[in-house]
C-alpha cells in the first residue's frame, strides 16, 4: 500500500481526515500514485493535475524521501521507501507571494 498525504483542503474536498492508502498495481510512479488516487476519489480529478494535459498544477507540488520529486517525469519510479510504506508519498499546495 502506497501512503499518501494530501494538503488541508484535498483531505476536505476528498473527505479524509488524514493520510490516504492507495494499492498501485504495476510499477510505481508519480502518475501511477495519482491515477489510482483519483480513481479512489473521483472529487479530486482536477486538483492535482490538468484534466486535459495530465500536467501537475502550478502551485502543487510533490515529495517523497526528503526530496522534490515535482519536476522529475512522471513516469520515473518513485524511491523505495515509498513503494514499501516506510515513507508517503506528499502533495503539497506551494504558496506564492510577497
Known sequence: MIRVVLPAHLRTL???SGEV???VNGPVTQRAVLDALEA???M???TVRDHVTQKRRAFVRFFAC???LSH???DM???DAV???SEPFLIVGAMAGG
Open 66 to 68: 526528503e526530496q522534490d
Open 21 to 23: 492508502t492507495i494499492e
Open 77 to 79: 519510479p518513485l524511491p
Open 83 to 85: 513503494v514499501t510504506g
Open 44 to 46: 479530486l480529478r482536477g
Open 40 to 42: 479512489r476519489y473521483p
Open 72 to 74: 522529475e517525469s512522471p
Open 14 to 16: 476528498a473527505r479524509v
